[in-house]
């Protein structure tokens, strides 16, 4: 590989996207030594407005674009994204050029230590209509919006805002914050309370053909990089966005990989599905997954 080149990754502004940036730049770095890793911090639009759900005023876009146009025009090189945060479709001429080896994918109950939750109706914090469905099978729960970055979502917590918010473990434990003395947190199973699509995945974004591709390919984590291509193939055939409840999550157990799909009907009921096979079988799995639906 080269040596001394220089490659400029876009980021968000808060912490968490800060550190997911830092060990995208730590993975390159030691994929190719000598290499420097500029920085771009880029302020997006889901960032700029805080006080409506996502679903109000572009869905998952809304974190993305000015990414795209950042990795089209040239001003940076890649885009570091939280995978779930992705749509479905990328502008033409961008790729997922690669991702790091999956977090934790699971979704979280965070509350205050020493603060019993009430025994009936509890104020919970999520924007998620999939959080919102699979928190109200489990308890009585008044969902309202949550929006900013982790530590403010946390800190609207502990100020009483809400009894509980859920949030995801990844984010908390990149954060160093899982162990944090003032909250207590639990874990829901991921094969119950099904994540995100792409949940716990930390994906590069860039041209297809770019001059980094060696380098993108040499740090990319294959069995990670095959369970984000089913979870986003299953979201496309489905037509997800931010507007509907839909919960997708792949695995492998020994040398079987498994698709699992967790979607609300429009008359409220839950539906879930699970599809089974070879690794390299995840597009006929994700096609099987989806059918009729």
């Avoid at 006080?51 to 025009?73: D, M, P, Q, R, S």
């Avoid at 946390?154 to 009483?160: C, E, R």
Wanted: hydrophobic share 40%; proline share 3%.
């Amino acid at each position: 590989m080269k040596q001394g080149r220089t490659i400029r990754l876009g980021t968000r502004k808060s912490r968490l996207a800060m550190v997911q940036t830092e060990l995208c730049a730590a993975a390159l770095k030691a994929a190719e030594p000598g290499l420097e890793v500029e920085i771009v911090p880029i302020v997006t639009t889901g960032d700029r407005i805080q006080g409506k759900a996502l679903t109000e005023f572009g869905g998952k876009g809304v974190f993305i674009t000015e990414f795209e146009e950042a990795v089209l025009a040239g001003t940076i090189d890649a885009a570091v994204h939280s995978a779930k945060d992705m749509p479905t479709e990328l502008e033409k001429g961008l790729e997922i050029a690669a991702v790091l080896e999956r977090e934790d994918p699971r979704d979280v109950l965070v509350s205050v230590k020493g603060r019993t939750l009430p025994k009936g109706r509890k104020v919970v914090g999520t924007g998620s209509l999939r959080r919102q469905c699979q928190l109200g099978e489990r308890m009585e729960a008044e969902c309202r919006l949550l929006r900013g970055n982790v530590n403010t979502r946390l800190d609207k917590l502990y100020a009483g805002e809400y009894d509980a918010v859920v949030l995801a473990a990844a984010g908390l434990s990149r954060l160093g914050l899982l162990d944090d003395e003032r909250f207590d947190v639990t874990f829901f199973p991921e094969k119950e309370f099904i994540p995100s699509g792409g949940q716990g995945i930390i994906a590069l974004e860039a041209k297809k053909g770019s001059s980094f591709a060696g380098l993108f390919e040499a740090v990319n984590h294959t069995p990670t990089m095959c369970r984000l291509l089913a979870e986003r193939r299953v979201l496309s055939l489905l037509g997800a966005g931010c507007s509907e409840a839909l919960g997708v999550y792949s695995w492998e157990e020994k040398d079987t990989f498994f698709i699992r799909l967790m979607r609300q009907e429009k008359d409220g009921g839950i539906i879930r599905r699970q599809a089974e096979g070879k690794r390299e079988e995840w597009q006929r799995l994700a096609k099987e997954l989806t059918a009729g639906l």
